[in-house]
């Protein structure tokens, strides 16, 4: 069981919907949660982070923490044809190693 | 705003040669963290240094050392290459405020390494 799952997709959604991205995690000890946006041949792109349970909004973000089910989502409200990318889940694993889920790639149609 | 700058963007090596990337981190980012991306793969942390020390190692092959210099420039050096190298590598940095949980990172735009 990988570290840090996420469903692969890909993930398809109309322009002006809501896309949801989840993962999960098996080390219930991880305490700092990133989402990262990737498009084909760029580097990874923060786009939140997370540290407490709850919710946590930014513009059309919004990043979702559970701890106890060890589970952290990613909402985008009002999708755009831009957004379509891979979204990576990342955890702290201790100290400074990060461990990425294998990602989730959302296709917005418009 | 400055943003983490790596060189070379593009390098072609033959196997079993020596090949050094190197990264130059967002100006007073104390961490320095490497990441080997291969095709439809996700990122797959290396190693990391803390302030010109090493902080954590990740699946790093024996073959690849890195270190992080006076100025926080880092260099990932990488000997008797195989064609499995073959990989987009990241260079990562963030300004540390705590040890206790890893803090955001800025990637830069990475080196895509080809093993022929």
């Known amino acids: 069981q990988k570290e840090v799952e996420q469903n692969s997709g890909p993930l398809s959604v109309p322009e002006g919907a809501i896309a949801s991205l989840n993962c999960t995690y098996s080390?219930?000890?991880?305490?700092?949660f990133f989402w990262y946006r990737q498009y084909s041949g760029k580097s990874p792109e923060l786009i939140m982070f997370i540290y407490s349970n709850g919710d946590k909004e930014d513009g059309r973000f919004t990043a979702q923490l559970n701890k106890a089910s060890q589970y952290v989502s990613l909402l985008i409200r009002d999708s755009q044809p831009s957004d379509s990318a891979t979204y990576l889940c990342a955890v702290g694993a201790g100290g400074f190693k990060t461990i990425f889920g294998a990602g989730t790639r959302l296709f917005v149609k418009a | 705003a400055a943003g983490v700058i790596q060189s070379p963007r593009h390098l072609i090596k033959e196997k079993r040669e020596t090949a050094t990337l190197k990264c130059y981190p967002i100006?007073?980012?104390?961490?320095v963290y490497w990441y080997q991306q291969g095709p439809g793969q996700d990122p797959q942390f290396l190693i990391s240094?803390?302030?010109?020390?090493?902080?954590d190692k990740g699946s790093i092959p024996d073959r690849f050392s890195a270190q992080q210099f006076s100025d926080y420039h880092s260099e990932l050096n990488m000997s008797s290459l195989e064609l499995g190298d073959s990989a987009l590598y990241f260079c990562a940095s963030s300004a540390t405020r705590t040890r206790d949980a890893t803090n955001e990172q800025f990637f830069g735009p990475g080196t895509r390494l080809t093993v022929l």
């Open positions: 080390d219930r000890g991880s305490q700092s």
């Open positions: 240094f803390y302030e010109k020390m090493q902080s």
């Open positions: 100006p007073r980012h104390d961490t």
